[in-house]
């Protein structure tokens, strides 16, 4: 039996389909619980079920050897026919050569084996055979064969290999070495001169005697009349002027140096519109923070510790979760549904029933219609913590009362209590107006300016889940990949009570193509 999901309640222990109620606060299951989670039991506890046998019945297995048998004496006799003409003819050594020379071409039993690629930095670009695959981290299904892995970033010298893709499973850990620039000048292409010197050795004659002509001042008289002047000419000598010889000084070749170009840093909460989904995005700086949660902290689980500091760059993360309008300008006929007759299918309310791996595949979508101009992916787990704390360190950005959740999100409170019938022991004792998920932006936001962080649906995170994923964290902006098939999400719903709507707080599902009702996603733009 596979591991089952958190309690909705308390959220620390694991359900399964066989308990009537929750082991740890003893909160009784609903009976449709299980209606509306039915793919998680279907996919959790049920076994394999055995295919359908054929309706026409198997040969004896006594007429299956002998047919088997006949077969095989048919083709010895045809091959022993034709190594017999070919060493006849003199061409059986060349044959012998030339199929001893032939490559093996594996696991030909094997339909697809799977391809991981890691890198030593986030973002980096994945090329197969020389075809755009997407973005480390990289999982894909490919046929057995030999393939050319390449990774490039920008900044960042190509790693390349090659793989032979034969066993069920092979991972690539790529390291990108960053590049360096400097700047070189040559004395024939750069040359600054200093200060020359000129001197000419030119004599002229020591006297030289050039005509000048001058006009004396004339009187007009009051009646004019014709008047004759008459040309005078006098000679003005020159001092003698010696230029001496011209000396050039060698010339010197000085070292040129570039000012650094200081990139423009965004303003903290400036925003940035999507060009095709008119999606907006709000600049978050960089900064440190403790991830993870105390002991003393209600709601705490043993996977948010250990509590530790993370510093995370600065990035755009989009201002709202992604809705079904702007979902649909990838996948026109998605559909979110309902739940007991109310829609969550609206435009601005957020895309749901979108798997992990279906959130990835948008992101590089996006990224696609901007020409990767601009390149997006999901939030990794330390991210997103950072994003929705927003420099606070109370359990809630808003503080640690999760009854005031409902002027900042929508969540399992009085309405869906009232209005849907879903029975908890610890729901928010406030009024969001609202008893599913609600259009995108309709309460306040963090101090980021960010909305919907807490409460709403889940968001689908890009790291793999472990309960000592924190154990494996890096100082800087770091991302748990694992080898398991557990995958993280974030921020609690509206389906969820208060202990899930914390930003320590860490959820898991099973598989990349999990889906479900109150599970959606954000997304965050590259610098």
């Known amino acids: ?31 449709d619980f299980w209606n509306n989670h039915s793919h998680l039991e279907d996919q959790n506890f049920e076994e394999p079920r055995p295919e ?7 040969k004896p297995v006594s007429s299956q050897k002998t047919t088997a048998s006949s077969k095989r004496k048919l083709v010895l006799i045809l091959i022993s026919t034709i190594v017999l003409v070919a060493i006849a003819s003199g061409v059986g050594i060349f044959i012998f050569l030339q199929t001893s020379d032939t490559p093996s071409t594996g696991n030909s039993n094997s339909e697809t084996v799977l391809l991981t690629v890691h890198a030593n930095v986030v973002d980096a670009e994945v090329s197969l055979n020389s075809v755009p695959s997407g973005l480390v981290p990289l999982e894909i299904e490919l046929a057995p064969g030999t393939y050319a892995v390449r990774v490039t970033k920008e900044g960042y010298g190509a790693y390349e290999t090659s793989v032979d893709l034969v066993d069920e499973e092979e991972v690539v850990e790529a390291q990108l070495t960053p590049l360096s620039t400097t700047i070189e000048t040559s004395p024939s292409s750069t040359t600054l001169l200093p200060t020359t010197t000129l001197e000419r050795a030119t004599t002229l004659p020591t006297t030289t005697s050039l005509p000048v002509t001058t006009r004396p001042p ?9 008047s004759t002047l008459t040309p005078t000419t006098e000679t003005t000598a020159l001092s003698p002027t010696t230029l001496v010889p011209t000396t050039l000084v060698p010339p010197t070749t000085l070292p040129i140096s570039t000012p650094p170009q200081v990139p423009t840093v965004p303003r903290s909460g400036q925003q940035w519109i999507e060009p095709t989904t008119k999606m907006p995005f709000v600049w978050i700086p960089s900064g440190c923070f403790q991830m993870g949660s105390p002991e003393t902290e209600k709601g705490h689980s043993r996977d948010e510790e250990p509590r530790h500091r993370v510093c995370i760059d600065g990035i755009w993360v989009g201002k ?12 026109p006929s998605h559909n979110s549904r309902e739940f007991r007759d109310l829609s ?22 996006l990224s696609r219609q901007n020409n990767k101009q601009y390149r997006f992916r999901l939030l990794t787990e330390a991210e997103w913590e950072y994003a929705c704390r927003a420099g606070t360190t109370t359990s809630r950005f808003w503080g640690e009362d999760p009854n005031q959740a409902c ?8 309405t869906t209590q009232t209005d849907l019938g879903l029975q908890r022991s610890s729901i928010h004792q406030c009024n969001d107006r609202r008893p599913v998920s609600s259009a995108v932006g309709q309460y306040q936001p963090n101090p980021f ?8 649906v889940w968001e689908w995170v890009e790291d793999r889940y472990s309960e000592n994923a924190y154990s494996n964290h890096s100082p800087k902006n770091p991302m748990y990949r694992g080898n398991n098939s557990l995958y993280s999400s974030r921020g609690g719903s509206w389906y969820f009570a208060t202990n899930a709507v914390r930003c320590a707080q860490r959820h898991f599902q099973q598989g990349p193509t999990h889906q479900d009702l109150d599970i959606g996603f954000r997304l965050v733009r590259l610098p």
Not at 52 to 58: D, G, Q, R, T, Y
Not at 218 to 226: A, Y
């Open 407 to 414: 002027r900042y999100a929508s969540v399992m409170d009085t």
């Open 449 to 456: 300016g960010l909305h919907d962080m807490l409460g709403n």
């Open 320 to 331: 709202h979760e992604v809705t079904n309008a702007q979902f649909r300008r990838f996948r």
């Open 218 to 226: 004339t009187t007009i008289p009051s009646t004019l009349t014709t």
């Open 344 to 365: 969550l299918n609206g435009r601005e309310q957020p895309a749901v029933y979108v798997s992990w791996q279906t959130a990835r595949d948008y992101a590089q979508w």
């Open 52 to 58: 359908p046998s054929s309706a026409v019945p198997p």
């Open 1 to 31: 039996m596979s591991q089952g999901v958190k309690c909705h309640n308390c959220f620390q222990s694991v359900l399964t389909p066989e308990l009537p109620h929750c082991p740890n606060c003893k909160w009784p299951i609903p009976k």
